[in-house]
């Protein structure tokens, strides 16, 4: 007795290749995301010392870490990335709830409207200060987009320290950082800036 085997339509075939790959895609994106989640940076010692700090604005506890850090004399001054226009130290210190001397040797950086932008304005503001190395602080589901903005902009000497402020494990948020970090990779990694 043979076997009798059906032959698929070319139809039944492309159909069952795309959904092997979006199989083995679903996959490896849940791989990483998998890895992403779990290998979240923390926050850097207040014992490691750079020239500046830099807090990229967004998220809660990221504007108080980075006055830790200064006030511990971990780093020499501090930009605060990505403010509002018309956002005065003032009213900045009023809705963080500190006392507005604090933000003394801080400045305020008004021309960054996303993770890219954020990266480019602190490059321009290090190259202006001629400072050797940073300590970049914002959440940790943040961290690893902006650590790859900041490798494209900074020169390679440049010491960068990341210093991730905590965030509430929240997955469609974390799945959303991922995503855009897969993105932003892919993108650089076929030659756009």
């Given at each position: 007795?043979?076997?009798n085997?059906?032959?698929r339509?070319?139809?039944?075939?492309?159909t069952?290749f795309?959904?092997?790959?979006?199989?083995?895609?679903?996959l490896?994106?849940?791989?990483?995301?998998?890895?992403?989640?779990?290998?979240?940076?923390?926050?850097?010692?207040?014992?490691?010392?750079?020239?500046?700090v830099v807090?990229?604005?967004?998220?809660?506890?990221?504007l108080?870490?980075?006055?830790e850090?200064?006030?511990?004399?971990?780093?020499?001054?501090?930009?605060?990335?990505?403010?509002?226009?018309?956002?005065?130290?003032?009213?900045?210190a009023?809705?963080?709830?500190v006392?507005?001397?604090?933000?003394?040797?801080?400045?305020?950086?008004?021309?960054?409207?996303?993770?890219?932008?954020?990266?480019?304005?602190?490059?321009?503001?290090?190259?202006?200060?001629?400072?050797?190395?940073?300590?970049?602080?914002?959440?940790?589901?943040?961290m690893?987009?902006?650590?790859?903005?900041?490798?494209r902009v900074?020169?390679?000497?440049?010491?960068?320290?990341?210093?991730?402020?905590?965030i509430?494990p929240r997955?469609?948020?974390?799945?959303?950082e991922?995503?855009?970090?897969?993105?932003?990779?892919?993108?650089l990694?076929?030659g756009?800036?």
């Open positions: 007795m043979g076997y085997r059906r032959r339509s070319p139809l039944g075939v492309v069952g795309f959904a092997r790959l979006v199989a083995v895609l679903l490896a994106w849940g791989g990483g995301f998998l890895w992403f989640s779990l290998s979240l940076p923390g926050p850097a010692p207040l014992s490691v010392k750079t020239d500046a807090v990229l604005t967004g998220g809660a506890g990221r108080a870490r980075g006055l850090v200064v006030e511990a004399k971990a780093a020499q001054r501090m930009l605060l990335s990505g403010v509002g226009r018309g956002s005065s130290r003032r009213q900045i009023a809705a963080a709830g006392a507005a001397k604090r933000l003394r040797i801080t400045d305020l950086g008004y021309e960054a409207i996303d993770t890219r932008s954020n990266a480019e304005e602190t490059a321009r503001w290090m190259a202006a200060h001629q400072y050797r190395s940073v300590r970049v602080v914002t959440s940790a589901g943040h690893r987009r902006a650590l790859v903005e900041l490798d900074l020169p390679p000497q440049i010491e960068v320290v990341p210093d991730a402020v905590p509430p997955i469609d948020r974390m799945a959303a991922y995503s855009k970090y897969l993105l932003r990779r892919a993108a990694a076929s756009a800036q």
